[in-house]
């Protein structure tokens, strides 16, 4: 059973940074196109982050180039999304989803339950 | 960048047809993803690649994409699929990823 499970969310005031991290398990992570989505309660979903099958190629939408940084580590199955210089509006449950099989991935096939990051004075 | 719009709400009694709309500007000339959000729960994909169901999807979800609209269609609509229903492309002209401002289904 392919499973996700994100982790390090919590509350940090603005200009401050927090490391995501989503564990995988229940297939061959490193396989997978990985991804960030977020989600700020009661609104869309919103694309933030993508990282190939070998974590040599990531891609970002405006919103958080320079700000964002996603990794992975293959030999311990884990996601990570570092985030600096958060703002206000960054403040969202930030979910991992793993991109489908095929190069770029054109959608996301299995989503983790999701952390919640607030930022706030 | 590219947008996809679909209406805020749509409605229907048990045992009827749901239709939800996303538009897109030649969005026909993408393959459209369809996504399921129950309160409180991850998004569950529901229908991919316009009209394909991943497993252990019912087949009351079918989809189809032509012209300027996609459309994701819930037939013998039950309670249970009360949700809010996004759709998404992949934009390949910007490689990045846009989902649909989300439509809430009511079961009446």
């Known amino acids: 059973e392919v499973q996700l499970v994100e982790s390090g969310g919590g509350l940090v005031q603005p200009g401050g940074s927090l490391r995501l991290s989503c564990a995988a398990s229940g297939f061959t992570f490193s396989s997978h196109w990985m991804h960030w989505v977020r989600q700020v309660p009661g609104k869309g979903l919103v694309w933030v982050s993508r990282?190939?099958?070998?974590?040599?190629?990531?891609t970002y939408p405006d919103s958080v180039e320079g700000r964002f940084t996603i990794s992975r580590d293959n030999a311990k199955n884990t996601l990570h999304l570092q985030m600096n210089s958060l703002r206000v509006d960054d403040t969202a449950v930030y979910f991992c989803?793993?991109?489908?099989?095929?190069?770029?991935?054109?959608?996301?096939?299995?989503w983790g339950r999701g952390t919640l990051v607030t930022v706030s004075s | 960048s590219y947008v996809l719009t679909q209406p805020s709400s749509v409605s229907a009694a048990p045992g009827q047809t749901a239709r939800i709309p996303c538009g897109g500007n030649y969005i026909g000339t993408n393959s459209v993803h369809w996504y399921q959000q129950k309160p409180g729960q991850a998004p569950l994909l529901v229908v991919y690649d316009d009209s394909d169901r991943p497993s252990g999807i019912p087949e009351r979800f079918s989809g189809s994409n032509s012209g300027n609209t996609a459309t994701l269609t819930i037939t013998r609509v039950e309670a249970g699929d009360e949700a809010d229903y996004y759709c998404?492309?992949?934009?390949?002209?910007?490689?990045?990823?846009?989902f649909g401002t989300g439509t809430k289904v009511t079961v009446l």
């Open positions: 989803a793993r991109g489908d099989p095929l190069p770029p991935s054109f959608y996301f096939d299995y």
């Open positions: 998404q492309v992949w934009d390949r002209s910007s490689d990045q990823y846009v």
């Open positions: 990282i190939n099958s070998d974590g040599s190629t990531t």
